[in-house]
């Protein structure tokens, strides 16, 4: 599968995935000069008018590791959009998208003609990430560019599907750009998504523990202390299922094995000792495992491009 120009400056074939709250301009920065796409949600920005100014700041300090650095670029980066009826600010992120041209759009829960056409009217591209096939191909006809497909086992909001049967669903009919979410948190899982289908991998666990990250030094450590088996599925805290770190519901006063089911009532979620979702209830992917250390988002990266090369190496090698 070919993917868009814009992607021949990664150093690897991986995205970094907005992250809520912790996403900010200093990891976006890091992940990018380090060769993947770096990005944020535009309503981590707050105020709104704030959007403007990372933008600003990203934009200014890639383009100066661009002038020093002509032998390694920097990857481009992506803002993602709630296009949800409770973001009452898409339009107006937008427009500040527009005008700092950014390069790709990650849109969520909820697909609309009227942003995608927005990002194609600068040159950008949109990236919408789906759980199941009918939402993918819902996608496609209101004009997204790529999918990336959020199976099991993905951080925050994650769908319930194996990764081989919902990748193996769209490239049935979808051959443009595919990302794959799910425990994706060393190089040769990399090189798996690959051979499974997908274009590029799209990682965001493993990042919540770097040094630039915007989140507490208790989430930072819950990542590098968690297992597989420390990450609760729910769909208690926004109505929508999830996967969220089991240490911090019980530190929310709450039982991680008899919670109460979810729905749109929940959106705003406060337990009783007053711990909101995301705030204080962590999302998590099951991959964290691979997550030995708190580190610089450089650092880790480095050490997924060894990895992946290693793989593909040691892949070669059984193939004679």
Known sequence: MSLPPLFDRLRLPVVGAPLFIVSNPDLV????KAGIVGSFPALNARPQSMVDEWLHQITEELAAWDRANPDRPSAPFAVNQIVHKS?????QDMATCQKWKVPIVITSLGAIAEVNDGAHSWGGIVLHDIIHDRFARKAIDKGADGLIAV??????HAGPLSPFALVQEI????????????????GRSILA?????????????????TREANASEAYKQGIVDGRAADI?????????????????IVAAGMDPDNLPPGDVSTMNF?????????RDIWGSG?????????EGAGDYIARLAEEYQAAKTALLATAR
């Open 193 to 209: 998504a690959q051979a499974m289908g997908a274009d590029l991998a799209y990682i965001g666990s493993p990042f919540v523990a």
């Open 87 to 91: 973001n009452d600010r898409l339009m």
């Open 232 to 248: 609760v599925y729910s769909n208690l805290f926004t109505g929508i299922h999830g996967n969220y770190l089991r240490g911090s």
């Open 29 to 32: 920065i890091a992940q990018c």
């Open 270 to 278: 406060e337990s009783a000792t007053g711990a909101k979702a995301w």
């Open 286 to 294: 099951q991959g964290i495992g691979a997550v030995k250390a708190v």
């Open 151 to 156: 199976a099991s086992g993905a951080g925050g």
């Open 171 to 186: 490239r049935e009919w979808f051959d443009g750009p595919l990302l794959l979410s799910g425990s994706i948190a060393n």
